[in-house]
């Protein structure tokens, strides 16, 4: 049986504060908690990550995209631009698409620098 830390509403507490962050600033806060979830063991990695999932009328199925991080050493300890995700690109070491606020940032999954436009 797990073990419960917290309560329902804690929880709910936490929820309320977090929606009601521009989504550069939830994704800040993803960053610094999803990470720890990370699995590493007998050769298999598994990385909690955040992605988007977009479904186009007219294609079947859904596209993801994991959502990159910014890279505040870029942005001189900012967020990058102060917009939705509306940056695309591809991190090329996993082969997969990539979305952020930010022009400049890190794949979830790797780390390496991915450029987004
Ligand atoms: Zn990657």
Redesign the pocket.
Known sequence: MAVVVTTDEERERLAEQLVTLPVYELVDVLRRVLPHYTEDSYGIRTELVLAEATDYEDEPGLELELVAWPDRDYYDGGLGLYQGLWENGH?A??D?QVTSNAKRAF?P????R?SLT
């Open positions: 991190c070491k996993c997969i794949c999954f790797c780390g390496s991915c």
